[in-house]
């Protein structure tokens, strides 16, 4: 398994304004995840970001205002730019394992509000 | 039509009750089957995994797959307050490939 750490856990931000999360795992990975789950809602895929490439964004997601990046093998930001109260949400990283057994581990998640 | 359904409940069972959750998937490409709990508040944690079809049993966790069926479950015996959290079913294609989620049950188990 992999430990992964993600800060901020919560934020309240303005409007307009844009919030970058932080996500370092304790172990080197190729695939890191970033997925958005809204109230009472489950989770939805962001974009994967590979080490070295760009990240590949889901439809409805676009780089503008979720830009990414993805410096090294154990660590990536996701920033949620021009912030509107639709963003409020948590945000959460995750990894996937290697070989046969690729489930994938989450961070604790960043809840975000925007007042 | 979603990929993979799941009845959100909530649902609320006395302690020692076994608990039954479920899931159904139209995509018959998936392959490994994925169980998660989430606390309030908390990331979501990987219980129980499973490739292709059968049974996997863990302490008081039991997943089964039935492909042929496209149906899921995670069963839950002698359930404790402490299981009380919000359960997603997660499936997805092959190695590396991303996962789909279900909307996920609420769960309360009720001393």
């Known amino acids: 398994s992999a430990v992964i750490s993600q800060k901020p856990s919560r934020d309240i931000c303005q409007r307009g304004t844009s919030l970058t999360i932080q996500c370092q795992v304790d172990?080197?990975?190729?695939?890191m995840f970033w997925y958005r789950q809204q109230p009472g809602q489950s989770l939805t895929l962001i974009a994967t970001?590979?080490?070295?490439?760009?990240?590949?964004?889901e439809s409805g997601f676009v780089i503008d205002k979720f830009p990414i990046s993805r410096p090294n093998l154990t660590f990536s930001t996701l920033t949620v730019s021009n912030l509107s109260p639709e963003d409020s949400s948590i945000y959460l990283c995750?990894?996937?394992?290697?070989?046969?057994?690729?489930?994938?581990?989450f961070g604790q998640g960043t809840r975000l509000t925007v007042v | 039509q979603k990929e993979v359904e799941q009845d959100p409940g909530p649902l609320s069972v006395p302690e020692g009750a076994i608990v039954s959750l479920n899931c159904t998937y139209s995509?018959?490409?998936?392959?490994?089957f994925m169980w998660y709990r989430q606390y309030s508040r908390k990331g979501p944690e990987l219980l129980m995994y499973?490739?292709?079809?059968g049974n996997k049993e863990d302490g008081r966790f039991t997943a089964q797959v039935d492909k042929s069926s496209k149906y899921i479950s995670l069963f839950i015996r002698d359930s404790q307050p402490s299981d009380s959290a919000t359960y997603l079913c997660?499936?997805?294609?092959?190695?590396?490939?991303?996962?789909?989620f279900g909307e996920g049950t609420q769960l309360t188990v009720n001393p």
């Open positions: 997660a499936m997805k294609e092959t190695s590396g490939s991303r996962l789909t």
């Open positions: 995750s990894v996937a394992g290697t070989g046969l057994n690729t489930e994938a581990f």
């Open positions: 172990s080197q990975v190729t695939m």
């Open positions: 995509n018959s490409a998936f392959q490994y």
């Open positions: 499973t490739y292709s079809s």
């Open positions: 970001a590979n080490q070295g490439s760009e990240a590949t964004y």
